[in-house]
């Protein structure tokens, strides 16, 4: 017998949700950069109540968890961030008695002292204020050195589009500070480097590098060198692994010694293992599969692997979009799954007998999880939120593939839930698509509750992995090479059109929304395609012209691979840039962007509302004083998803509640 359904009715889209913009923008952090140091665990967070700043956090083995002190040298604010290649990652790097990184007031390095009680002393400068800044820290103690990656934007304050990218070692002892020359330049010849490694013996050191036109992701090379001369010097110069169009990624020594990377040699991000003997080398695969092993190289340090003892990695992994965690055997590349409520999301460590990642599961949002591998628990040592959703209004993921116009697209599916709310059989909900950034990115299945904060108000969430998205191979991710704007744009029109026609979703209530490249989608959605009846651009691209030609360095030939050599493809750059078809469009939208922008100009919003404006179509452009790339303070976002919400409801006609 069937229970009666006690919910109240009230159209989609204006139930009353439990989750606030107020709660959801100031009430979440941002959870990245694990560390395991011993007994301790680090991690750093980005707090919007602190107007975003990166705060280091530290786990004793009492489970005491308190903020690394950290004394501004300046009597300002100390933001534990990296502003190299603008998106940062790697900012520090610790042993049980120092901790190295990189401040985002200044840009400089510094050197924090531990004491045995958890106290720190004085920040000590590591570097000068020179205009350089630093990434990817791995510490040298027996030489008393930091080996990092240094970008030189020429002067303090400086923010070059070319900024000369080098591999460097820094004195521990302060010395740079007053003699700049004292930091020394180990390897220039790339126009980028990333991921230091030390062997465990401190003989030889690792290192990543690539070259324009190529992002990490479609061609770069693994190499080795000798550390000489007290660390001023890499001799014995050897390229292990990549080449052209194979991506190389997250370096690292066994206790052995020997050499273990992930590549895409196959068509698929898998691990292999080198052994190193002179100037032999002998390199082989460990558990060949259909999965990926490492996640595009967006910020320095991405982990996804790490060394669980002698003979055993921990490795978090993808197939089929699913994230997964699994420990591997070192000799035969036996593979055994953990299986348990929470997917691995980034940041995998790992030391005898514990595992610590962040992970999400169905019903518990990001937060950092220790596993006891004896005990077979999982603890969770701060998540991103302190709000927990009643079990019944948690919208829970599903897998979803749809016929597209170049093949098959995926995505996860969220239905509109509510333990309160209900809508009238005869309705059907409005469905928001989501476009994730990157565009060489991936969305997951872990609860968000920046996707609950839709679907607990009625919404039906698309959350979309288009041609182009990591996470099912290299032949899925090149879907894009050379059409951005058509076959993303067509996977998410495509799975709008498949909700519809499965009765799922109102068709003429469709919204497109995304952020970064994902704001590009969804302009380029709007304007060459009908599919949509609104659309919300958060720091988007509507020239890509301008983007080509104003964008930093890390990014500034990406196009070239996503649409075409630049002056040469100049047509397909206007053909592509919906600020040049503003007369095709048929729906309203909404833009936000951040004044400070680096990475998406602001001058792309303005010129996009301006031109729409122009065509006599509806746009609403918020901008936000002192934001970059992706809005960090509270009050920016919940404004932001106020504004938002209250624009689909003036255009799909509910009335939106708090």
């Known amino acids: 017998m069937q229970r009666p359904d006690h919910r109240r009715v009230r159209p989609y889209g204006a139930w009353p949700s439990p989750i606030s913009a107020h709660s959801l923008a100031a009430g979440t952090v941002r959870l990245s950069e694990l560390t395991l140091v011993g007994a301790d665990t680090y991690w750093v967070e980005s707090r919007p109540w602190e107007e975003g700043r990166s705060v280091l956090v530290r786990r004793d083995s009492n489970g005491h968890v308190c903020d690394v002190p950290m004394p501004s040298p300046d009597g300002g604010t100390f933001d534990v961030r990296t502003r190299a290649h603008e998106y940062g990652g790697a900012s520090y790097a610790a042993t049980d008695s120092v901790i190295v990184t990189s401040r985002r007031e200044d840009d400089r390095v510094y050197r924090i002292d531990l004491d045995p009680d958890g106290g720190t002393a004085a920040p000590v400068p590591l570097v000068a204020a020179s205009g350089r800044r630093y990434a990817d820290f791995e510490l040298d103690t027996a030489r008393g050195l930091v080996y990092a990656i240094a970008e030189d934007h020429g002067e303090p304050g400086a923010a070059r589009t070319d900024p000369a990218a080098t591999l460097v070692s820094i004195p521990l002892d302060g010395s740079a500070a007053h003699d700049p020359d004292l930091v020394t330049v180990l390897i220039r010849?790339?126009?980028?480097?990333?991921?230091?490694?030390?062997?465990?013996?401190?003989?030889?050191?690792?290192?990543?590098?690539?070259?324009?036109?190529?992002?990490?992701?479609?061609?770069?090379?693994?190499?080795?060198?000798?550390?000489?001369?007290?660390?001023?010097?890499?001799?014995?110069?050897?390229?292990?692994?990549?080449?052209?169009?194979?991506?190389?990624?997250?370096?690292?020594?066994?206790?052995?010694?020997?050499?273990?990377?992930?590549?895409?040699?196959?068509?698929?991000?898998?691990?292999?293992?080198?052994?190193?003997?002179?100037?032999?080398?002998?390199?082989?695969?460990?558990?060949?599969?259909?999965?990926?092993?490492?996640?595009?190289?967006?910020?320095?340090?991405?982990?996804?692997?790490?060394?669980?003892?002698?003979?055993?990695?921990?490795?978090?992994?993808?197939?089929?979009?699913?994230?997964?965690?699994?420990?591997?055997?070192?000799?035969?590349?036996?593979?055994?799954?953990?299986?348990?409520?929470?997917?691995?999301?980034?940041?995998?460590?790992?030391?005898?007998?514990?595992?610590?990642?962040?992970?999400?599961?169905?019903?518990?949002?990001?937060?950092?999880?220790?596993?006891?591998?004896?005990?077979?628990?999982?603890?969770?040592?701060?998540?991103?939120?302190?709000?927990?959703?009643?079990?019944?209004?948690?919208?829970?993921?599903?897998?979803?593939?749809?016929?597209?116009?170049?093949?098959?697209?995926?995505?996860?599916?969220?239905?509109?839930?509510?333990?309160?709310?209900?809508?009238?059989?005869?309705?059907?909900?409005?469905?928001?698509?989501?476009?994730?950034?990157?565009?060489?990115?991936?969305?997951?299945?872990?609860?968000?509750?920046?996707?609950?904060?839709?679907?607990?108000?009625?919404?039906?969430?698309?959350?979309?992995?288009?041609?182009?998205?990591?996470?099912?191979?290299?032949?899925?991710?090149?879907?894009?090479?050379?059409?951005?704007?058509?076959?993303?744009?067509?996977?998410?029109?495509?799975?709008?059109?498949?909700?519809?026609?499965?009765?799922?979703?109102?068709?003429?209530?469709?919204?497109?929304?995304?952020?970064?490249?994902g704001g590009y989608t969804t302009l380029a959605a709007l304007t060459f395609t009908q599919t949509f009846a609104a659309g919300a651009s958060h720091y988007g691209i509507g020239d890509l012209e301008a983007l080509a030609a104003h964008t930093h360095k890390f990014e500034s030939r990406y196009l070239d691979s996503l649409v075409g050599p630049y002056p040469e493809k100049a047509s397909t750059y206007r053909d592509r840039s919906p600020v040049h078809h503003v007369n095709q469009l048929s729906a309203p939208m909404i833009l936000f962007q951040g004044t400070q922008d680096r990475v998406v100009p602001p001058e792309q919003a303005r010129l996009m509302a301006d031109a729409v404006r122009a065509a006599g179509m509806e746009v609403e452009l918020v901008m936000f004083d002192g934001e970059g790339h992706g809005f960090r303070r509270a009050d920016n976002r919940r404004s932001a998803l106020e504004a938002e919400l209250a624009f689909y409801g003036r255009v799909f006609g509910f009335s939106p509640t708090s």
């Open 189 to 517: 010849d790339s126009d980028f480097v990333t991921s230091p490694r030390l062997s465990p013996d401190g003989a030889l050191l690792t290192w990543l590098s690539w070259n324009h036109p190529a992002m990490p992701w479609d061609s770069s090379e693994l190499h080795v060198a000798t550390v000489a001369d007290g660390g001023t010097r890499l001799l014995h110069h050897r390229t292990v692994a990549g080449g052209p169009q194979v991506s190389v990624a997250e370096p690292m020594w066994t206790p052995a010694g020997d050499l273990v990377h992930v590549d895409d040699r196959t068509g698929w991000w898998n691990l292999y293992r080198t052994e190193l003997d002179g100037a032999h080398r002998r390199t082989r695969p460990l558990h060949p599969s259909d999965a990926e092993f490492t996640v595009p190289q967006w910020g320095f340090g991405p982990r996804t692997i790490d060394m669980l003892g002698e003979d055993h990695l921990i490795a978090a992994y993808t197939v089929q979009g699913r994230r997964r965690l699994a420990a591997i055997r070192i000799d035969n590349g036996a593979l055994e799954p953990w299986e348990g409520d929470w997917a691995p999301v980034r940041d995998v460590r790992a030391a005898p007998g514990r595992v610590v990642f962040i992970g999400a599961g169905p019903y518990r949002a990001e937060a950092v999880v220790e596993l006891d591998l004896a005990a077979g628990t999982a603890t969770v040592l701060r998540s991103t939120t302190d709000r927990e959703l009643d079990e019944q209004s948690i919208s829970v993921a599903e897998d979803v593939s749809w016929p597209s116009a170049d093949g098959v697209a995926h995505g996860f599916l969220y239905r509109p839930t509510s333990a309160e709310w209900m809508a009238s059989d005869a309705e059907r909900p409005p469905l928001l698509v989501l476009s994730h950034g990157g565009p060489t990115g991936a969305t997951s299945a872990g609860l968000d509750p920046a996707v609950q904060f839709w679907t607990t108000r009625g919404f039906a969430v698309l959350d979309v992995n288009y041609g182009g998205s990591t996470g099912y191979g290299r032949a899925y991710r090149e879907r894009l090479r050379g059409r951005w704007g058509i076959v993303d744009v067509a996977d998410c029109s495509s799975g709008a059109r498949w909700l519809a026609q499965q009765g799922l979703v109102d068709p003429d209530r469709a919204a497109v929304r995304g952020g970064s490249a």
